[in-house]
Each structure stands twice: as C-alpha cells, then as structure tokens.
C-alpha cells in the first residue's frame, strides 16, 4: 500500500486551497472526494447567478434551484434571509414568481464597495470603530428598513462576524423589491402542513415551493473519530480563531473558522506550513 504523507478529506474549496499549499511546497498529499468531481457544491448544486460579491484580494484562493425561471406566475416562500436566500428571493421575483421571504433575525443589509472599505479599514483601525461607519453609512444607503420588516442586530457586522460567523447580506437588488412589496416579508414559521404554511401570529398562506437556505450543520463528527482535541461537539473547532487549525496526531481543520474564502486561504496557509516544519524536523 503505498504511504500517504498528507490526507486530504474533501475537494472543496478548502480543501483545493489546502492542496494548492501544500504543492507549493513540493509535499506529497491525496484528496479524498465523495462526489465525482471538484468542488461539487459549486459545479452541480449552485444557482445560476451566484457569483462571488468581495473584492479579489478578500475572496481569493492559491445551492437548491438552478434558477427561477421554472416558477414564474407560482408563489415560492425563500426560508432563510442569508446571503443566499436573499439572492435566491431576487432571483425568483426577477422571474416572475410570487415571492415571499422569511426573515426572522435581525440582519446587517450592505453594499459590497461597503464591506470591502470595512475589510480594508480593520487593517488599521479597531473593528468596533469600522463597524460604527460601516452602520452609518448602511442606514445612509438604505434608509430605516424596520418599516419593511428587517431590523439590524444591536452587534456591528464585522464583529458580530468574528464572534458568530454571521456574515452580513450583501445587498444585490433585494432591499429595492422588497421596498416596492414585490417581494414580501413574513415571520416566523409554526407549522408546515402541505402546500399550507402557518406562521406567527395565526396567518396561513398557501405556496407552490418552499425553498430552505438556512445554512448548514458540520457533519464532521459523523465519521472522523478521535477528533476531540480539535473540534467539539458540533464539529466547529475548540480554540478561538487564529489558532483553530491545528489539532493533536497530525490533524488540520481549514474553512471551519466560518471566515468564508480569506478565513480558507489563511488556514490553507497556516496548515502547509506547519506540514513542511513538521516533515523538515523529522528529515533535519
């Protein structure tokens, strides 16, 4: 059998990032895939018009429907008020459909010129002093959006990002339709029966589709064993980030910071580098 100096579980994009590393540093290393190609998620689950919205110094590396095209004149309920199911709501009204969206927690709306100054700006002043502009300048842009049933959390959104992972919507033509009552806000969902959704306060309303874009839940904890001096019992890692990557016997962890592709390219990084030093020490 032949030896395997680095394993790689996963071709995704932190897992590319990290192979990229490593070949960079002349280090051996196998991907393990379950699907049959790379970065699957981006090749055969994602909508149409998903695009990257950062700037490429924020977003370089080393979900659901293809469209809405299919639902026009169809009432379709987005549940998740994300990136993606803001995006996906866009999507879906600029096609025809009737669209509603659910939007329980308070989110931050920017623009993406906003969220790179931000990115640019935390480089030399404290994150609470950026975010206070970066607030400022967002109730400029958009106005008060209380009135159309989205409120901004009490935390600013690069550090609600840092302690939370919750990243702020970047804003790419939602906030207008909303705004016109082309794509409505709902509440908090009680129960789903059918085509017939119940929500807070005793309203039904009655939809065609139903699409979910409430995020994801690691799975890691499912088949690695004896992961626990890295991750917890969540699958997320145990220490605070910078310094998450690293666990005990050799084991890395890149992209579970939830510090989107800047937080991959970093661990990636970090990982090939710690790899080298490790492999040079045995040699040396």
Known sequence: ????????????????????????????????????????????????????????????????????????????????????????AYDLASHGANTSIVIRSPIHVMTKELIRSGMTLVQYLPLKVVDALLVMMAKFIFGDLSRHGITRPKIGPLVLESETGRSAVIDVGTDGLIKKGVIKVLGGITKISGKTVEFQGGNESSFDAIVFSTGYKSTVNNWLKGGESMLNNDGLPNKEFPNHWKGGNGLYCAGLARRGLAGIAMDARNIANDIKSTIDSIFN
């Open 1 to 88: 059998m032949e030896e395997v100096v680095v394993l790689i579980v996963g071709a995704g994009p932190a897992g590319l990032a990290t192979a990229a590393c490593l070949n960079q540093l002349s280090i051996p290393y196998v991907i393990l895939e379950r699907d049959d190609c790379n970065a699957s998620l981006w090749r055969n689950r994602a909508y149409d018009r998903l695009k990257l919205h950062l700037a490429k110094e924020f977003c370089e590396l080393p979900h659901i429907y293809k469209s809405g095209t299919q639902y026009s004149g169809k009432n379709v309920l987005v549940v998740g008020c994300g990136n993606s199911g803001m995006e996906i």
